[in-house]
Each structure stands twice: as structure tokens, then as C-alpha cells.
């Protein structure tokens, strides 16, 4: 049975004239096509609609008792459409929420750019957690979706890449392994580092990374970030510092005569990633928002490290 919406329309419309012509004017086709399409409907469903009495049209009693069938019908294909209509083009009143687990200085660089500004299928809502509040709420359905550093890992949770930084070390030129084009994770444990204060989430990244390899790093100081700008701006050459590439090109490099080391383990790296519940629709409703922050994630790290430059900077003045 091929029984379409197009026939139903045209019985519903006869039934309101009760005149072939004039629902074919309403339907604006030809009167021989609106019969066609009526003799096919009774067709596929086995009984006679109308009966023609000259020019007259007469409802048959099968028709009769089908009619509020057919408007049901009608207002299910119509109420259907409305839905969907509804679906394709969101009210404003629709959020997506995203949490993010990670450094307050990036977090803040996605509302300073104004990057999401371009993205307008819905209100973005953010929440900054740390990465335990994060799984809970994604898990929970408090969240849409989670940006986080370090990656999110869980068997009801996907996470997409979107920044792969390695970690290295910056040492000042006098300091007597600054000749060498890389270290090893054996070097690091010959090497004294400042570090920031255990509370830092770099700084955490890192622990977690060496102990990893059973890496034991050296501290010779735990600062929080102000004591940390001063020490880099002493450069005494006796200790280095764990730095990304960008963070050593905005910040370091500026402060004195220091050189980069990559550490050669691409396992000791910063990662960020947007994660989502694997069994949600998140990642095909929100592909354009997931491929928005893969598209300008560079400029928002650049920005992160301006942020907490500027915020070092008017702390040190103070």
C-alpha cells in the first residue's frame, strides 16, 4: 500500500468542497490529476470513497467512517513538520553547557577572544570544574560537553584531541647542560627545577607525568606564581624550569638568556581534548562547536600564555 500524504490532502480538501474543481484550485492541480489521485487511494485501500452522481459528490459510508482517521492523520504529519522545524532552528532560550577542567588563564581566554561569538546554534554556558566535577557532571548529563588538561579517560566518556604541547626544559645559557640540543629523562633527574606550588595544575601534569616513568624531579623551590615569575626573571643558572614550547617563546624567552631542551619522550606532553558521552548525539548535534575550537585552539593557547603574562606582570607591580 503507497498511502502517501499527498493522497490524504487530496481527499481531506474534497471532502471540504465537496467539488472537484474547486479543491483541485485549492491543491492548484488539474482536476484529471486530482481524480488519479483519488482512484489510487481507493486502490490501496480497497473500498470506494466517493460515489459521482452527475456532478455531484457523495461521501460513501466506508468514507464516512475513516474521515476523522484521515484528519488525525493530517494533524500528526502537520504537528510532525512544526517539531522538526523547531528542532532544525533552536530558540533562543537553548543552551549548550561546557565545563572546563584546567588552567584559569585559558579558561579566561575563551570569553576574552570572543571566539565563541561565532559559534550561534545555541547560548554557550561555561562552568570551571576540576576534572573530577567534570566526569560527574558529564556522567550525570549536568554538562554537555567537557574541555579538559589533562584528558579526560573513562569507558562511557570519548574525548577528541585538540592540543598536543611536548614539555621541556628551559635552562639558563650558563648552566653546564645548556650545550645540549635535548635531555633525557635520566638527565632530569641530574637537573634542580623550580617549581610552582603543588596546588597548580601544570605543575600536577608534570608530577604525574614522570612518576609515570618513575622519574623523581629535583625541586629546589615550590612558589606560587608571582615567586615563580621573579625566580625566572633572576636566571642564576643554577636550576632550570619545565616549560611548553610556547610558554618558554612568551614568557622565558623575554626574561633572559635561556635555551629550550626537548625532553626526547613524546610521552611528556600537555594534552587538552573535548569529551563527551560516547552513547549522546553530542559529537553530530555539536560538530560545528567541536570543529570550532579544534580550528582556533593555537590561538587560544597563544592567548592563555598573554593572559598570564599580563596577570604576572600587573601582580608584580603591585
Known sequence: MNLNYTKILHFLTIVKHMNMNKAANELYVSQPALSLSISRLEEDLGIVLFYRDKNKLILSRE???LLPRFRQLQTDYEDLVREAGHLKDPLQDKFINISFSGSKFFFSSLHLTGILDQFDQAIVKFCYL??????EMLLSGQVDIAISCPLIRHPRIATVDLLTEP???????????????RVSLTDLQSVTIYGLSKENTFRQLCDKLFRAHNIQIHYTSESNMAAYHRLMEKNDSSSGFLVTP?????????????????????SICRKMGISYLTES?????YADFIALMRENIQKLNEHHHLVGQSMMEHVMEW
Open 63 to 65: 468514507a464516512k467512517l
Open 130 to 135: 576540576n576534572i573530577d566535577q567534570a566526569v
Open 167 to 181: 614539555i621541556g626544559l628551559a635552562l639558563p645559557k650558563g648552566h653546564p647542560m645548556a650545550v645540549q640540543d
Open 246 to 266: 610556547t610558554n618558554f617563546s612568551m614568557t622565558l624567552k623575554g626574561l633572559g638568556d635561556y635555551v629550550y631542551l626537548p625532553i626526547d619522550d613524546g
Open 281 to 285: 548525539d553530542i559529537q553530530y548535534r
